[in-house]
Every structure is written in C-alpha cells, then in structure tokens.
Nanobody, 125 residues
Framework: VQLQASWGGLVQAGGSRRLLCSAS????????VAWFRQAPGKAREFVSA????????YYGDFVKGRFTISRDNDKKMVYLQMNSLQPEDTAVYYC???????????????????WGQGTEVTVSS
C-alpha cells in the first residue's frame, strides 16, 4: 500500500485541523493505520491508530481527548481530527500502515512497514 499524508498547515493555538491519509493499493481494510509525529529536535512519537477491520482506535497519552481518528475503507482514507491544538503539537505528522497488526504493537513504529511522506502542522501561540 502507498500512503500520502496531507491537509497540514498553520493554525492558531486553540484551533482545529483535520489531517488526511490517502492510500492506494488493495486490501486497505486489512491494514492498521496510524499517525506518528516528529517535532523539531525530538524523536518521532505515536499519536493515534485505527485497527484493521473493526476500527478500534488508540491514542497517545498526550492526546487527552483532543484528537479523533477515523477511516473510510471505501475511499481508502484515514482522518485525524485535531482540536484544541497547542504550540507543542507543532510537528511533521506521518501516517503509516501495517497489515493485520497485532493489538500489542499499534504504537510501535518499527512494526509499520508503509509510510507516507509527512505533512507539517504548525501551531502558533
């Protein structure tokens, strides 16, 4: 599967932004899709994931109810709705996919073997 992340941009603190991860290829429904982010000078961290099939969702601890991940399997798209954004949310956001990923590994980037190119989100104070 090939992935493309988009819809990043500049947003004011307290605002919202929706990110899109578009996929191409077959059997999209069989892939867990995740969002990771990397802020300048920091390691990449897990943001959210949505499981293949049933669509169970997972979030990083820092999300605290502000983000919502969803997927449209017919359109091969995954969305990340981000609300109450803060300057510390500034980062390049990447989407990644792994087929039939075990639940224990949803936050571990080493298990994702397909990655998009990233989309930058800048939150101004």
């Amino acid at each position: 599967v090939q992935l493309q992340a988009s819809w990043g941009g500049l947003v004011q603190a307290g605002g919202s932004r929706r990110l899109l991860c578009s996929a191409s290829g077959s059997a999209f429904i069989s892939y867990t899709v995740a969002w990771f982010r990397q802020a300048p000078g920091k390691a990449r961290e897990f943001v959210s994931a949505i499981k293949y099939g049933v669509g169970t969702t997972y979030y990083g601890d820092f999300v605290k109810g502000r983000f919502t991940i969803s997927r449209d399997n017919d359109k091969k798209m995954v969305y990340l709705q981000m609300n109450s954004l803060q300057p510390e949310d500034t980062a390049v956001y990447y989407c990644a996919a792994a087929r039939f990923l075990h639940d224990d590994y949803y936050s571990a980037e080493q298990y994702y073997n397909f990655w998009g190119q990233g989309t930058e989100v800048t939150v101004s104070s």
